[in-house]
Nanobody, 121 residues
């Protein structure tokens, strides 16, 4: 069982930046970020394989968000720049024991508790 603990959420003005962190209690093949806004489905944001060779992004965040990981710390980061009000959501970290279908919720075995990101206009 892998436990995930997110941090770094908060309130920021549009155009600002935040960095989310997610520390895992064990080794995982891939890690990702999803988000869920009120009344909406949880959606994929970004994912990275353990080697960091492969990274995936939702179209809505490409060019603004960057995912990275530090395997020595079992930690994944999400640098979010040029934030928009529509980025407001609870952001969830997830970990997978596989390298397939990383843009899909079903590919992930473990989930964090979520951290709130609020972008004001």
């Amino acid at each position: 069982q892998v436990q995930l603990v997110e941090s770094g959420g908060g309130l920021v003005q549009a155009g600002g930046s935040l960095r989310l962190s997610c520390a895992a209690s064990g080794r995982t093949a891939a890690m990702g970020w999803f988000r869920q806004a009120p009344g909406k489905e949880r959606e994929f944001v970004a994912a990275v394989t353990r080697s960091s060779v492969s990274k995936y992004y939702a179209d809505s965040v490409k060019g603004r968000f960057t995912i990275s990981r530090d395997n020595a710390k079992n930690t994944v980061y999400l640098q979010m720049n040029s934030l928009k009000p529509e980025d407001t959501a609870v952001y969830y970290c997830a970990a997978s024991n596989d390298l397939q279908r990383l843009t899909q919720k079903g590919a992930y075995d473990y989930w964090g508790q979520g951290t709130q990101v609020t972008v004001s206009s």
